[in-house]
């Protein structure tokens, strides 16, 4: 459709004289328009897979949610400051901070690791306040505050952990991100129970998606064409289940992926579904017409800021009990994994725009890059140059994409 | 008689320098759509500001129906809950929310926890239908058309409250049958007892809708008049404060006089910008005015933007004063052009900068970053313009947004006039100002065509380019589609090619 308004005069003939170069065409401008990130990460894994053995190995498998589960975390939050059309830069020393706190009540006090979580967690809402009142109150960017926070939390850090890392957590601390459930349901040689939640998750994504495209037939938008629909949801299917088989032939169904898979729910209803998530895309949208309905800017952005504190400290504990210590320099660039995975995700730069599942699609992006790139033993210098190049490729198709669309249209 | 729904008065208002309101009384009545009427300056939108909270003033009082004691309003949320809504100029809502979100944005239904999203498009869908829009709801804000996001913006302002509904410029994005079926809503609004007021430019607007005229002038109150009582002529005079006769004396130049011995300065050849405007031919002559004529979205601005080379053009030639040029706005800066933009706002003024920054703004560029311009020469330069154009700012260091629209127009025009182009293409120039300024610039326009220069024109009234152009480019779904020149200009005769039916014509 749209290939053809944008040269109208070559329509009629071109369209004729070779359906079959049009239907192809036809396929590619849809899958671009509607699903460019979800074929992209398809892509990558199929390059990562061909180019490195072990990439789709169980062990990798698992190792890979237990490794950049905090950037799905992180991005969530991310991405609710991201459609305010601010952005947060402290994330990344507010996870070393959180840890450090947690890694000073459970590892030098030798306190109970609920403490020590629950410390981390409230420090972490101690931190977004902090940043909220700066930006809601007092109204200075978030770009500044954050700013000031990446250096503060950073030497809070550091002062609170005197310079050294602090460890082992051990015991159930450590296996927030290092356990698993495996057994419950039998099976030898793979683990059913992991296969089944997984089939349960698939089932449901496919209804919601279904209902939800049903929805918009009725109010007359535009949906997917029906093949490229069910397509779109096979796809989803085959990776999901590939990947709940593979990790079942390994160590079954790690805690941290529920956690994940918990907030991602979570999250997800909140931004659609709540009066605070579609203020912020409000907010985003346009500040003023949201002041002048009586969205209530100040404190939705307040929220939003204590919530990424919130959520730095839950992957505060994430990455800390997965490394079962907390170091001074742990989370350094994490805020840049989570910003790059928004706007992978297709997130506007200038608010109102994004959301949860594309910048989870955006955060799995960059790890499983990340894990490949470690698993061909890639130099340290090599990988954040390769990385940085995709964050801009990303957005630069991104934005070429809609522009041509929009000319088409 | 009826207890009006507002009583303003003896309002006075300082803005830095300037008496921005004088002791101004304003009554508006339910059922009635009152016209506030004025040149820029004159003090409409303060004294709107002011009933809405958006400003303060300091003496006088406001008092609302159904409110015993004087009223204050601090806050344009105030003003609202206490039933007075306004519609801007631009549409004040969010583009990516769909249009139901956009009705209830900050007061959705609840089920639970969570918006209530099917109740929310129920309410919606019910509130557009009894304005009578025919709109999904559902769908995103920002695809529908800017009369609909209009509309949408009333729905939300009446369905908050609906006693006072401002509309501040509602139509001046909008078509002539979009304006038919706002106007149809206006008075439906009216006959359920709210009261309107109603600012414009269009002077033939305010007899098709209102009841009732104020007039202000300078900050001070000119009168309040029955509509019946207050013809056109009498309108603008009030207004002008000055005879109609002075403002039509314009005269423009005749293709005759239009010398054609040399090269055009302006030259196209089969210029088109793929998935833009189509080939076009135009030649424009030095000492000539021409016009381009269109509905919006027919191609005028367009023309404009690839004669300039703000739009890359995929195809053609363009030849300024003989020579082919290169195709960029610097280039075509360097070659004597000079565009000035449609929307001041988004395009034109740099709204931080001050008065002179934004006059010697192109010429410093078009001179480069290098050979700076002293101060004294940007004074003068500045305070030249200024003068020329009667700019209304209280110093040459005054910030652009402190500025009333016309006078932001007009330094907008200044700006380009600094470049001492041959060829100048005017885009809007008169849109949202008010008819004193617009004869002005009309006048401005055929002066300078008279001292040699070629200027395109672009506008959407009829009338103005009648008054000013010796030949009219006719625009119609991204083509020229002819040319009229002289005596073949009339009303009339300019619609039947827009609509495309010369075939059939007498």
Sequence with gaps: MSTTTATPLAAGSSGAAQPQSAFVAYLVENVLRRNGILLAFVVVIIALSVWQKKFLSPSNLTNLVLQYSYVLILALGMLMIIVLAQIDLSVGSVVAFTGAVAAVVVVRHGMPWYLGVAAALITGLAVGAWQGFWVAVVGIPGFIVTLGGQLLFRGLAQLTLNYVSLSPFGGKYYGISNGFIKGWFGGTGFDVFTVVIFAVAVVGYAVAQWRSRAARLKYQQEVAPLPLFILQIVIVAVVAMFYAWRISQNRGLPVILIILAVFIMVYGMVMGRTSFGRGVYAIGGNLLAAQLSGVKTRWITFWAFVNMGFLAGVAGVIFSARMNSAQPAAGVGMELDAIAACFIGGASTTGGIGRIGGAMIGGLIMAVISNGMQLAGLSQGIQPVIKGLILTLAVAFDLWNKRRTSVAA | ?506
């Design chain 2, 1 to 506: 008689m009826v207890e009006p729904l507002v009583t303003m008065r003896g309002i006075t208002k300082h803005f830095p320098g300037v008496l921005a309101l004088d002791d101004v009384d304003f009554t508006l009545a339910p059922g009635e759509i009152h016209a506030l009427m004025g040149e820029n300056g004159a003090g409409k939108s303060t004294l709107v500001k002011v009933l809405t909270g958006a400003e303060p003033f300091e003496t006088g009082e406001i008092r609302l129906a159904g409110n015993p004691a004087p009223v204050i309003n601090h806050s344009p949320q105030e003003a609202q809950e206490r039933g007075i809504s306004t519609v801007y100029q631009e549409v004040n809502l969010c583009p990516n929310l769909s249009v139901a979100e956009n009705l209830f944005a900050g007061r959705q239904p609840h089920h639970g926890m969570f918006v209530d999203r099917r109740e929310v498009n129920r309410q919606a869908a019910r509130i557009m239908a009894d304005i009578g829009v025919d709109v999904v709801v559902e769908r995103q804000l920002g695809e529908h058309s800017l009369a609909v996001q209009q509309m949408v913006a009333i729905a939300r302002a009446i369905s908050i409250s609906a006693k006072v509904l401002i509309l501040d410029e509602p139509t001046s994005s909008l078509n002539e049958q979009e304006v038919a079926r706002l106007f149809e809503l206006i008075r439906k609004l009216r006959d359920d007892g709210m009261g309107v007021i109603f600012i414009t430019h269009f002077l033939h607007q305010v007899y098709q809708v209102c009841d009732k005229i104020t007039v202000l002038r300078n900050g001070h109150l000119v009168g309040t008049y029955a509509i019946e009582a207050l013809p056109r002529r009498d309108l603008v005079a009030a207004m002008l404060g000055r005879a109609f006769d002075d403002m039509a004396a314009i005269h423009r130049r005749s293709e005759d006089e239009v010398d054609r011995g040399g090269a055009p300065v302006i030259a196209a050849r089969g210029l088109g910008v793929r998935g833009g405007i189509r080939p076009f031919d135009l030649d424009v002559y030095a000492g000539e005015v021409v016009g381009l004529a269109g509905l919006l979205g027919s191609g005028r601005t367009e023309v404009a933007r690839a004669i300039y080379g703000a739009d890359a053009a995929d195809e053609g030639t363009l030849v300024v004063k003989g020579a082919p040029v290169k195709h960029s706005p610097i280039d075509s800066m360097r070659a004597g052009m000079a565009f000035c933009p449609e929307s001041r706002k988004d395009e034109g003024c740099v709204q931080d900068l001050s008065v002179r920054e934004n006059i010697v703004l192109a010429e410093q560029t078009k001179r480069g970053a290098f050979r700076l311009m002293s101060r004294a020469e940007q004074d003068r330069i500045t305070r030249e313009y200024v003068d020329l154009l009667a700019i209304k700012t209280a110093s040459l260091d005054t910030p652009v947004k402190q500025l009333s629209g016309g006078n932001q127009q007009k330094v907008i025009v200044a700006r380009w006039l600094a470049t001492h182009p041959d060829f100048l293409i005017l885009d809007e120039p008169t849109r949202g100002i008010d008819v004193g300024t617009k004869a002005e610039i009309q006048r401005l326009c055929v002066e300078l065509a008279g001292e040699g220069m070629a200027i395109l024109f672009i506008s959407s009234e009829i009338d103005e380019m009648l008054r000013t152009c010796s030949r009219l480019g006719v625009m119609r779904d991204l083509s020229k589609v002819g040319e009229l020149v002289d005596d073949e200009m009339s009303s009339s005769a300019i619609m039947s090619k827009i609509a495309g039916d010369e075939a059939g014509d007498d």
